[in-house]
């Protein structure tokens, strides 16, 4: 139940921190649900907040064709899902008290502890940054209460729903998933081929996790990683300058220069910089030449410079790790866990799309890409009916 919390309020705060939701009285909709309208202006909000979530994570995404088009249509289904949701929480009667709002809006002023201008704690202005927020959103404390109310009518509303479904997991479920991961670490091929023509879903599962566990229980090593950039692009000389610059840093490491100190000074690998420059590697990752170096230099050990097709690189040793075999009793927690978790989500989506089926739904919004399929569509209907006509003839 409390992931169904965080998911709530993470939706509040997408919205809070997105631009403006209620800035103006009288807009446009994008959809109606059972004749309510979905506001243009809220699922502006929601698509600028994707969007940005994109920007950091997968920019790559972005540069495809009509990107924006497949989250805009993305950003409208979940809107709908969530007006379903609070027009079957009002059919039901649910009540929300004022100290449940209370205890929402502390949870997203939580998130405002940390100044983003400084990057440190600071609990004392954490009620001034969520109102400068609200302010510059256009946003009222008010308006802003109606919309934790209506979250918190659909968090109790699915409380419900979800204990009346969702069947609590057994150890049994769980020992039973853990020996399907079994079968795909030992690469059980008969059992394998046998899952995936009875059931493909739980074979897909099973290799997520096994996936997934490996990379946790495998050889790693942490290391400290400083980083110099070569393109392709990149003149000769300046190909030189690097290489030199980085013999120079190996220079000034060897000469007790601290190794946080030359990542703060010289990494051009900038996320890394709140870290110091520390990652875990696992065999068959990184670079070829970095790996057989990670794997085979002592701890506390500095490398020469490694070059790369990405650039040049200097490691430094930190810690090591044996691969480890995992037991059941070792992860029978977490794979109970992720049982419930997949029990809540699949009785959420069967739920909601119950709603779907019974409600009267109309999308007025539309999209670049829509003629664009529209006149593909045309094409490729006109081309069926020439081959039929062309067939016809003969």
Partial sequence: MKKQNKWIWAVSVAALLGCNAYAKVMEGSVATVNGKPVLTSEYDAYLDSAVEQYQAAAPQFLAQPYAKDILGREVIKELISKELLYQAAQEAKIQVKDSEIDAGINEIKARFVVDEKTGKEDAAGADKRFNEALKKQGMTLKRYRERISKDVAVRKLMDGKLRETVKPVEEADAKELFERVQMVLKNDTKKIKALEKENPLQLREAQAIAARLKQLTSEQVRIGHIYLAVTQDMKPEDVKKKEALAAQIKKELDGGLDFSAAVQKYTEDKTSLASGGDMILIPGVAPKEIDKQAFSLPVGKVSAPIKTDLGYHLIKIKEKRAERTVEFKDIAQ?????????????????????????????????????????????????????????????
Avoid: C, P
């Fill in 334 to 394: 977490d794979l109970g866990q992720y049982l419930a978790q997949q029990r809540v989500q699949k009785a959420m989506a069967d739920y909601i799309e119950s709603l779907y089926h019974k409600a009267d739904i109309k999308i007025t919004k539309t999209f670049e890409s829509d003629k664009i399929l529209a006149e593909q569509a045309a094409k490729a209907e006109q081309e069926q009916k020439a081959q039929t006509q062309n067939k016809s003839a003969k």
